[in-house]
T-cell receptor, first 116, second 113 residues
Framework: EAQVTQNPRYLITVTGKKLTVTCSQN?????MSWYRQDPGLGLRQIYY???????DKGDVPEGYKVSRKEKRNFPLILESPSPNQTSLYFC???????????????FGPGTRLTVL | AQTVTQSQPEMSVQEAETVTLSCTYD???????LFWYKQPPSRQMILVIR??????QNATENRFSVNFQKAAKSFSLKISDSQLGDAAMYFC??????????FGTGTRLTIIP
């Protein structure tokens, strides 16, 4: 089954404790991205990757890091989480960059992160 | 700046009735794409329908259709014969030119049995 998986689905942590949210897709997609969803703000892009070893900042990259060492994986890293990073996070992938608008973006199930 | 606006935070409709969710956008681009995504309680984001701006014909997917008014920069979603499984958060999104995917703030749809 074609899918995007994220782990963990729920995470409660404390300020300053480094964490990683994993994202993996089994569709051989080149384009992957991370979004955060906050009430009243919709979804905002954090980082995106056009291919292996190619990443770029989205709209709200501060406080986040990503890496793309393999095509299928795109982890989101919070080196020193803060309470304002409490949010719902989505990973997404598509065959072509979202900018082309020609391919559907497949979203993962979401990760609910709470930073105390 | 490119913007997408959903002015209805919540909507409700009786089962089997028709409901229309509104979305407006602002762009100076002539070529762009518009999307409606559904987010059910499972929180997954599911593409419902897509519209290319250069196409005059409104997109349709089964019970879902759009009313695309390019001059008015309006992109509403019509759901016919509403079903309980349609209850979800609906997001309008857009791709303007070579920019990133931009989402509206969402409309929560409740289906009344």
């Amino acid at each position: 089954e074609a899918q995007v998986t994220q782990n963990p689905r729920y995470l409660i942590t404390v300020t300053g404790k480094k964490l990683t949210v994993t994202c993996s897709q089994n569709m051989n997609h080149e384009y992957m991205s991370w979004y955060r969803q906050d009430p009243g703000l919709g979804l905002r892009q954090i980082y995106y990757s056009m291919n292996v070893e190619v990443t770029d900042k989205g709209d709200v990259p501060e406080g986040y890091k990503v890496s793309r060492k393999e095509k299928r994986n795109f982890p989101l890293i919070l080196e020193s989480p803060s309470p304002n990073q409490t949010s719902l996070y989505f990973c997404a992938s598509s065959l072509a960059p979202a900018q082309l608008g020609t391919d559907e973006q497949f979203f993962g199930p979401g990760t609910r992160l709470t930073v105390l | 700046a490119q913007t997408v606006t959903q002015s209805q935070p919540e909507m409700s409709v009786q089962e089997a009735e028709t409901v229309t969710l509104s979305c407006t956008y602002d762009t100076s681009e002539s070529d762009y794409y518009l999307f409606w995504y559904k987010q059910p309680p499972s929180r997954q984001m599911i593409l419902v329908i897509r519209q290319e701006a250069y196409k005059q014909q409104n997109a349709t997917e089964n019970r879902f259709s759009v009313n695309f008014q390019k001059a008015a920069k309006s992109f509403s979603l019509k759901i016919s014969d509403s079903q309980l499984g349609d209850a979800a958060m609906y997001f309008c999104a857009s791709l303007f030119g070579n920019e990133k995917l931009t989402f509206g703030t969402g409309t929560r749809l409740t289906i009344i049995p």
